[in-house]
């Protein structure tokens, strides 16, 4: 009888130790698949934050250039507008990373571009004088460069290296949606008139802090979390980056808990200019020169080439397709600047629909291919590759099509794919590295390349001009007039 009873309570026993497994268990998968839960949440705020900032801040860029028709005198060249839209970007660009020292205080930059964003947009609206408008202008370029730069550096905040790619991708994306956004919101608001119009405009910036404050995830957030089991923890910037992490503050005042030697090392530590001259010289040639010559390419193209490429209004019943979306010949150049926009938007936001990056060997591939583009549309401009005769317009209409869509997804993968490679860069360092050394570095080397894109604008921007002018002489000398109407 005791045998029996025994393993009775053997077995029992047995059941109990099960079951307790079991429950374990299945409340460890219920522990994970939260956690699954949350992550993707996580990401999806940390997605739809960085392309609310990329769209806002650069959506006010798109509408000026939009308006430009409507913000100056008939007797004004149109390119003051662009000067006055790139070089305080410029300056912004060139600037703040390289002469600024110690931490980026986040908080305090945003909500100063902000200010300034809204400030430059109400000076355009209220004043009629060309000079206050083009110092509005000034104020919202420079506002806008600085944003840029921020949110860029914003993104090596985050960790592991997977989620701060996902940031940039996002922003990246953000940025090539403010060229449609931009175009019609102004299509929407000019009816309004410019006092309206851009006055309503001005309260677009107020998203940035707003986002900022109550929607962005803060860094910690992902330290720690399933994200981190999914990187090689052996490498020493990820060690750097998770066992000695400092949250990210959201105001000036908010101080995060760091241990003494940290303090000590984020009042002391600041990059040099020679620093950061050693940093910026290896991406000189790997990323600076690819980003700076499609832009000097591409916007060569935008402003100085697709202006000439008008062609006779096409016929219902010789080229029906392009009558529909051709009306008068002042038709053309909206056409290939809605083209472009579409195709960058698509190619910026590349990685955020999961496409895997450029190989680091190829990001000279897109500005290879944009000036092939420039050559052959140059060309067409000044000679007429398929000739002038309406038979064979439809050719010309399909080759410009074809070569502009080309144009702007080589333009938005050279973006989106530069600054992914640049924040995904991992660089050894030596055992005890400080932290906060490597966070700046991180930040620098990022922000510092923006300098490239608007360096290639401001030149193209001086080139189209003249540009323009040759082409449609060429054009003139041949027969073909339909420049000098525009």
Known sequence: MNVVGN???GRSGLNEEDAEAATLLTGEETHGDARRVESRSLLRRLGLSFFLFGLINNVLYVIILSAALDLVPPSTPKGIIAFCNIFPSLIAKLGWPYLLKGRVRYARRLVGCTALSVSGMMVVSLFDSLYMRLLGICFASFSSGLGELTFLQLSTRYHP???AGHSVGYFAAGTGGA???GAFLWWELRNLGVRLGVGLSSILPFVIP???FFLLPRPEMFVGSAFSSIEDEDD???ALMTASYTPLPRGEDEAAPVTEPEATAKTTIALTIEDKWQLAKPMLARYMLPLFCVYLFEYTINQGISPTLVYPVPSRESHWFMSL?????RDYYPLWQLVYQSTVFLSRSSISLGLPA???RLLSLPAIVQGVILSILAYESAVGIF???DTREGWSFALVFSLITVEGICGGLAYVNVFFRVNQERHDGAPGADPERARQEREFRIGSIGLADSAGILMASLLAVPTELGLCRAQVARGKVFCQSL
């Not at 979306?325 to 010949?329: D, K």
């Open 387 to 389: 000739g002038d005769s």
């Open 236 to 238: 020493l910037d990820s």
């Open 210 to 212: 707003a986002t900022y």
């Open 179 to 181: 060229g449609l956004a």
């Open 7 to 9: 393993a009775r309570t």
């Open 358 to 360: 450029l190989p680091a």
């Open 325 to 329: 979306l051709i009306h008068s010949i």
């Open 161 to 163: 290296p997977s989620v």
